[in-house]
Nanobody, 117 residues
């Protein structure tokens, strides 16, 4: 099992910045990749950014150039730096870990990000 605990988030004005952190514990050596998803009210959960063990990253088009995902393997923590935030970035953000040989998903509890116009 892999457990994830998120921190960060909050309320910010459009154009501002926020940073999210996600600390992993448990069977951390089985983690294949980590990332961030978000879910806005009435919408499906969507991928925001992922990062593999080798450091390869992937972003949804809407956040490219504004968000940066990174990880500190020594701290078993993944980060999401969000700059130039827009009201449409408002959502609950979830940390995700893909782990084990069968790519099991673990999720954090979610953290609210609200961007006011």
């Amino acid at each position: 099992q892999v457990q994830l605990v998120e921190s960060g988030g909050g309320l910010v004005q459009a154009g501002g910045s926020l940073s999210l952190s996600c600390a992993a514990s448990g069977n951390i050596f089985s983690i294949n990749a980590m990332g961030w998803y978000r879910q806005a009210p009435g919408a499906q959960r969507e991928l925001v950014a992922t990062i593999t063990n080798s450091g390869s990253t992937n972003y949804v088009d809407s956040v490219k150039g504004r968000f940066t995902v990174s990880r500190d393997n020594a701290k078993n923590t993944v980060y999401l730096q969000m700059n130039s935030l827009k009201p449409e970035d408002t959502a609950v953000y979830y940390c995700n870990a893909d782990w084990g040989p069968y790519s099991i998903d673990s999720w954090g509890q979610g953290t609210q990000v609200t961007v006011s116009s």
